[in-house]
């Protein structure tokens, strides 16, 4: 395009004018939502938590005292069940490890776990819940939401322990098992949101228009129900952890000398109530991980539903 | 005639909305439009006025393709919209675009007017610079070139309902179908929008299908009215003749149940007959004319005969009892009894 | 006709706290109904004419809402410093509402008897000793004024199964039946077609007159309040602008606003659309400064962008809040352009 719009237009304006113009409008729109955001105290405290942990699980080796406790086998009976310290701040565990440093390699598992699990769920079950909704009444409506239903009729910890079991206990496995459980409720969330919306008339004008089944379900439809599914995401990042944590507890998931936090608290447990350190600081972070996402879920809730009106 | 842009011919379309009954499961029909024919001249604006349940904006779906009509057809220029099975090919749909009642449903909240001018471009201007022909599209409609890159929520209701008249004209189309454009406007704002419609139509020479319920606005801008009840056309005239001599009933009930503001417009309206009654459910629609119900000059032949349309002047025609010639022949008591037996 | 006046409502100011600041929704709203009088009060879509009404209710929310001045007299009682037990008094028997939405206001899960019985036995100390059977004979009284049929049956009906004329209809005698002073009725019918908004509004004007009762009809359109009112306001952006004996503003509009109005509305006589009025009602966060009309006005005046005009009389039963029509301000202007 030339520097200057052309004129037949009707506008004389420059290319950089126009780009300024998307600048202004898009600083604007981000300004006031992060006001809206910001405005719920509790929702920026879980924001941030959320941050920090993931900041904290990605330069582990370099913030950690002791990143080789967590990362290769080590004893050091010298030192087990120490409580905590200046020097072991959350204590160390049975043989010695400090538990500081396994907590926030722990993190590592619990978000992997969360962000794997959920970047394979969501995409599957938004796809499915979009074309469902979307074609409402016809074959294929019937097709996905009948076996959406049967999975939903599972018990999701039950499936999630009888897969484990049968395959080889692991966090890959446990991920495998928890996805297979998870996606129902996407589809369920969107086939709600576009049946709704294929009334609107801007879908029907699209039709109208001549536009693709793929514009109408993607660019069209799939915006407008981003809200309630980054609220989800960020609510069911808890959820996942918790299941994760739950699976490596009964043995299922991450697997020992690795510093899963429900491995660890499930070591833990042994010792208890007398070397209570072990235990309670992995299980306080998991509690203080799976707050922060839900606080951010409901700032992100609130940030959209304003948004509205 | 030759200069007809769109043609419709006694089209139907008949909604499946239930079944009765577990076992004998008839379904229950609503004849939302039932065998309504009319033809739009190239350049003008054709008028739909009815109320609720009166089928116009069925009408306008099946025109602009958002439905199939069960029977019948229309033309768009001798050429049969429908004759190519369920997909209407695209050179149809550039040339018949809508502007919806509802300008907060009819923009998508999601995306910013770029995107929501780009779509049509890309689809039936895809040789085009389209940067520059939303800004053209912009300019026509009177509207800032900043609003490219603003979201629909940042628009008064008037300014959306406009960026909905640009994303009609994106296509190059020849009829715009306006279904009820200013509803949901302040009268303030009504103008603005109106008189760009006028402009936009004698500078493009465009064709309107303006629906409404709007008598009043219909006056200012059809050409030719034409007034829908319970799925039918009852009268069809030039806008002049149709204010100064409304010869259906329902037309004089609708035309004095209006609220107007002179005494001048007060003359207007049909001194003789008020209206009364509820309006039937489209799913019951009472046999004979439908409106003999409602209708203060009911014969008996209203309750068992629906009437055709008969021309009563250049350009006018009425669907009622009242205005057949000769009166309704000696069938009908004949045919008043055999339905009486039926029901 | 009697000039008591039954309401009154001197100089209210009502802001709302939102994201960004305070709006300054209502700002000096002057308003008056008299014993037995239909009063119109027009505006468009965000003029202040419903926080006006759910002011006189207190029926506001507050927070956000705040009554910032003014008062409100309903029978020289100021209902914004009533006691609870008072204004329910009020609310109950002296004043009652009728919806635009009679779908909305009316309670879906209950028939039309169990909804409109209660508000039949608050509507007098008598009634409420009242037995069930006796209470239904007298709930049948508002359906068969309303005029409609079967109304032993209707109340046991619910709201899904009537039309939504009918449902106007049975709001109305619901409002009507506490036989109520003072009637607000807000944009009555326009959510209805317009053969049966003229039933219905024929049907409200006969009863409240039968009754005496007196009522303020909100509108934005001017048309339906020309049909119904005695006395007409003109509000907007938080301002009465114009008020007059209906007759005589529709003869003479001054206000330029109400001018802009009545010009924008379509005639059934034809002459085209007008062009309407420039521009768009002002925000309430930033509302221009002295007249918030002038950044519309095609006759505003310098002294328009510093002062509000006063609501004040420009004939005798004429008010108009308008530069043009002060004399201190509109004669030297006219002499310095004939000049």
Known sequence: ?309 | MSNDILTVENLKKHFVIGYTGLIHREPITVKAVDGVSFSIREGETFGLVGESGSGKSTVAYITVGMYRPTSGTIYLRGEDLFAQGDERPLRFKKEIQIVYQDPGSSLNPRRTIKDILDLPLRIHQPHKNRTLEILRLLNEVELPPDYMHKYPRQLSGGEKQIIAIARALASDPSLIVLDEPTSALDVSVQGKVINLLIRLQQELNLSYLFITHDLSLMRNVATRVAIMYLGKICEVADAAEFFQNPQHPYTQMLLSSIPVLSEEEEKLKPSKIHSIGEIPSPVNVPPGCSFHQRCPYVMDVCKVVDPVMVETGPGHTVRCHLFEQPPAPAAVPETSSTVEAAT | MSVTPLLEIKNLHVEFKVYGGVLKVLDGVDFRVNVGEKVGLVGETGCGKTTTMKAILRILPVPPARITGGEVLFKGRDILKMKERELRETRGRGISMIFQDPTAALNPVFTIGAQLEPVIRHASPENRRLSKKELRKLAVIPLKEVALADPERLLDAYPIQLSGGMRQRVCIGMALATNPELLIADEPGTSLDVTIQDQVLRLLQRLVEQRHSSVILISHTLGIVRQMCDRVYVMYAGNMVEEAPTRKLFANPLHPYTRGLMAAVPRLSGGGVAMGIPGRIPSYLHPPSGCRFHPRCPQAMEICKHEKPAFQQAEDDHRVACFLYDPAVAEPQKEATTA
């Open chain 1, 1 to 309: 395009m030339a520097q200057q719009t052309a004129e037949w237009t009707g506008f004389n304006i420059t290319e950089q004018e126009l780009r300024r113009m998307r600048w202004q409008t898009r600083r604007e729109n981000l300004g006031r939502s992060w006001y809206k955001f910001s405005r719920n105290p509790l929702s920026v405290v879980g924001g941030a938590t959320v941050l920090i942990i993931i900041l904290a699980a990605i330069f582990a080796p370099y913030i950690t005292p002791y990143p080789d406790h967590a990362t290769r086998p080590f004893t050091d009976f010298a030192n087990a069940s120490q409580p905590p310290s200046l020097e072991h701040w959350f204590g160390t565990d049975e043989i010695g490890r400090d538990i500081f440093s396994r907590t926030v390699f722990g993190f590592r598992f619990s978000l992997t776990m969360g962000v794997v699990v959920l970047s394979m769920v969501v995409p599957v079950g938004v796809i499915l819940g979009l074309i469902a909704g979307y074609f409402q009444g016809s074959r294929i409506d019937t097709i996905i939401m009948r076996i959406t239903d049967i999975f939903l009729a599972v018990p999701p910890l039950i499936l999630a322990l009888a897969i484990a079991s049968v395959l080889e206990p692991n966090l890959f496995n446990s991920m495998v098992a928890v996805s297979l459980m998870w996606w129902p409720w996407y589809t369920r969330l969107v086939y709600g949101q576009a049946t709704a919306l294929r009334n609107e008339f801007f879908v029907s004008s699209a039709e109208v228009t001549g536009a693709s089944t793929a514009h109408i379900l993607f660019r069209e439809i799939l915006p407008n129900t981003l809200s309630p599914i980054f609220t989800k995401i960020s609510l069911d990042m808890g959820w996942v952890i918790i299941i994760g944590a739950s699976l490596s507890f009964v043995g299922l998931g991450v697997q020992p000398p690795k510093p899963g936090l429900g491995t660890m608290v499930a070591s833990g447990a042994k010792y208890l109530p007398d070397q209570w350190w072990i235990s309670l600081f992995p299980a306080l972070a998991i509690v203080v991980l799976v707050l922060g996402f839900n606080l951010l879920g409901d700032g992100l809730r609130d940030l959209f539903a304003a948004e509205e009106i």
